[in-house]
């Protein structure tokens, strides 16, 4: 499907995550169009359990000693999920363990935008889903992919799919 720019020009239609122009998402939702179909290998991939590494940099997100820490630990989950091809991973949602006022974070591992919420706050609109799952301390996070799936990730690394 197509559709015809003021210059005349056809250029195919995108999907975007969250049309609002300027919102955290949407430059992220402007690179990665909305998948669609999820492959046998990427079901497989979401529902084996995370390694005890991927696990650990996670926890270690909230407290990296600086801006670059975190940035260094954020490259090192992209690479380590690409390698698991569960398909385009958005971003990590999970209980925020800072302590009050923040119940719950988020983080996105292409832009790399850690930010935590209070219960007051509204979450971006790809994260709404997971907020639920973030309350209980079941789940050490909740990942968002591309095509809308959240995969909640238990302590052990197991997925609940």
């Known amino acids: 499907m197509s559709q015809q720019s003021s210059d005349g020009i056809l250029r195919p239609r995108r999907k975007l995550l969250d049309g609002s122009p300027g919102s955290a998402e949407s430059s992220r939702a402007q690179r990665v169009e909305r998948q669609t179909t999820v ?36 490259a090192w989950l992209q690479e ?8 385009i991973l958005l971003g990590l949602f999970g209980h925020c363990y800072l302590g009050p006022p923040y119940i719950d974070h988020v983080f996105d591992l292409a832009g790399s935008i850690v930010e935590h919420f209070t219960p007051g706050q509204t979450v971006p609109a790809m994260y709404l889903p997971a907020r639920p799952f973030a309350i209980s301390e079941a789940y050490q996070y909740i990942e968002i992919y591309s095509d809308g799936q959240i995969i909640p990730i238990r302590p052990d690394g197991s997925a609940v799919v």
Do not use: F, H, M
């Open 80 to 87: 380590a999920y690409d390698a698991r091809g569960g398909g």
């Open 39 to 74: 492959t046998s290998a990427e079901r497989r991939g979401r529902a084996s359990r995370r390694s005890a590494e991927i696990l650990a940099a996670v926890r270690r997100i909230d407290t990296a000693p600086s801006p670059q820490a975190a940035a260094e630990i954020r």
